[in-house]
């Protein structure tokens, strides 16, 4: 435990700002820390609980569903190698273990071969963000707040790594291709509708030129 404790403070000290900055936010809309809480307990992604803020306002079903298969499609590929180590756990282990699969989770948990490592930094890991989420809520329902700018702040921490990423690999096929479709699925459809269409182009596109990018890893 103590392990997993220490592995994981970086996470928490990341997940506790964007969790209050997202209770924040999600409080404004009118939603008390109830909301907060069980959005992180069953939805528990950062980018997409910042999404169903604005989708909550009236977005269809089919809308909602396909937004968050292209929002967390990445989870696809981070489950494909995990298959042999999580084939360790049994039961309701094995499907919380495989649910809280989040990108600073899969980069703790993705060279350990221990079961119950994996599963500690998995529910730490989620209690900072629920916590965070509550507290953000919590403080925005007492406490007066101008909350311009603090649904900026995953956008803040995606070009964050974006930059990092740019500088630290050789291969920019994936970042440009990315930049790309965006800002032409944002040029013809529009900024109310664009991002459906960007995350199936980039798939797609990425896909085609799989062969490519291999060769340039």
Same mark, same amino acid.
């Given at each position: 435990?103590?392990?997993?404790?220490?592995?994981?403070?970086?996470?928490?000290?990341?997940?506790?700002?964007?969790?209050?900055?997202? @209770?924040?936010? !999600?409080? /404004?809309?009118?939603?008390? #820390? =109830?909301?907060?809480? +069980?959005?992180? *307990?069953?939805?528990?992604?950062?980018?997409?609980?910042?999404?169903?803020?604005?989708?909550?306002? @009236?977005?269809? !079903?089919? /809308?909602?569903?396909?937004? #968050? =298969?292209?929002?967390? +499609?990445?989870? *696809?590929?981070?489950?494909?190698?995990?298959?042999?180590?999580?084939?360790?756990?049994?039961?309701?282990?094995?499907?919380?273990?495989?649910?809280?699969?989040?990108?600073?989770?899969?980069?703790?948990?993705?060279?350990?071969?221990?079961?119950?490592?994996?599963?500690?930094?998995?529910?730490?890991?989620?209690?900072?963000?629920?916590?965070?989420?509550?507290?953000?809520?919590?403080?925005?329902?007492?406490?007066?707040?101008?909350?311009?700018?603090?649904?900026?702040?995953?956008?803040?921490?995606?070009?964050?790594?974006?930059?990092?990423?740019?500088?630290?690999?050789?291969?920019?096929?994936?970042?440009?291709?990315?930049?790309?479709?965006?800002?032409?699925?944002?040029?013809?459809?529009?900024?109310?509708?664009?991002?459906?269409?960007?995350?199936?182009?980039?798939?797609?596109?990425?896909?085609?030129?799989?062969?490519?990018?291999?060769?340039?890893?």
């Amino acid at each position: 435990m103590t392990r997993a404790l220490r592995d994981t403070i970086p996470v928490m000290t990341g997940y506790m700002v964007l969790g209050i900055g997202f @209770g924040i936010l !999600l409080s /404004t809309k009118g939603y008390n #820390a =109830l909301w907060a809480a +069980a959005m992180g *307990l069953m939805i528990y992604s950062g980018t997409m609980q910042f999404v169903d803020i604005d989708l909550f306002a @009236g977005a269809t !079903l089919g /809308t909602t569903a396909l937004t #968050a =298969l292209m929002v967390s +499609a990445r989870h *696809l590929f981070y489950g494909l190698t995990m298959i042999e180590r999580y084939e360790k756990f049994h039961g309701l282990k094995k499907f919380y273990a495989i649910y809280a699969l989040t990108d600073e989770t899969y980069s703790l948990v993705c060279e350990s071969d221990d079961a119950d490592y994996c599963l500690l930094v998995s529910a730490m890991n989620q209690s900072y963000w629920l916590i965070g989420g509550v507290i953000g809520a919590l403080l925005g329902q007492v406490l007066p707040f101008n909350s311009e700018g603090i649904d900026f702040a995953l956008t803040a921490l995606f070009v964050t790594i974006c930059v990092d990423q740019w500088f630290n690999s050789e291969n920019h096929i994936p970042a440009l291709t990315g930049f790309a479709a965006s800002v032409l699925c944002l040029i013809v459809f529009g900024a109310e509708n664009f991002l459906i269409p960007s995350m199936l182009l980039i798939t797609a596109t990425l896909f085609a030129l799989r062969g490519r990018i291999d060769k340039n890893v």
